[in-house]
């Protein structure tokens, strides 16, 4: 006999709080990618920041797609109740981390007065990151996700 664990309330309020988070990360990486200086332009870079963005190694891409995309996976898989959740996040952790050794330690970006704010976001991300990774692992240990 399969023993059913009832879903707990808050794992659909972390699913949709992430999927929201997540998926404006997804909107950002898209427009950011598609649409290129125009978009970055419009969430108020300067010229230096959008000069560092565009000089970016193109391996940075890797971590960026696996944390953006990672994340958005795992939110879905976290709906739906899936342990994969725990893997999605865990590569989605991997990738924000890459990046912001990155963004601190190999290559800092130039921070305008204006978006001081900003230097502060890859640890936001990160601590994000850790969080979703370990309540999707705490989530399969108590048999929530199957």
């Known amino acids: 006999m399969i023993e059913t664990v009832k879903t707990p309330w808050h794992l659909w309020l972390v699913g949709v709080l992430s999927l929201l988070w997540n998926g404006f990360g997804a909107f950002d990486f898209i427009q950011t990618t598609t649409r290129g200086e125009a978009y970055m332009r419009e969430m108020g870079f300067g010229p230096e920041m959008i000069a560092y963005y565009n000089a970016m190694p193109s391996w940075m891409y890797g971590p960026w797609i696996l944390g953006v995309w990672g994340a958005v996976i795992g939110s879905i898989l976290l709906l739906v109740r899936s342990r994969w959740a725990v893997t999605a996040f865990a590569a989605s952790l991997l990738g924000a981390a890459v990046s912001l050794i990155y963004?601190?330690?190999?290559?800092?970006?130039?921070?305008?007065p204006e978006m001081a704010a900003m230097a502060v976001m890859p640890w936001v991300i990160l601590l994000i990151a850790a969080f979703l990774a370990w309540y999707a692992w705490f989530m399969a240990k108590r048999g929530v996700l199957r």
């Open 103 to 112: 963004s601190k330690l190999i290559d800092p970006p130039p921070v305008s």
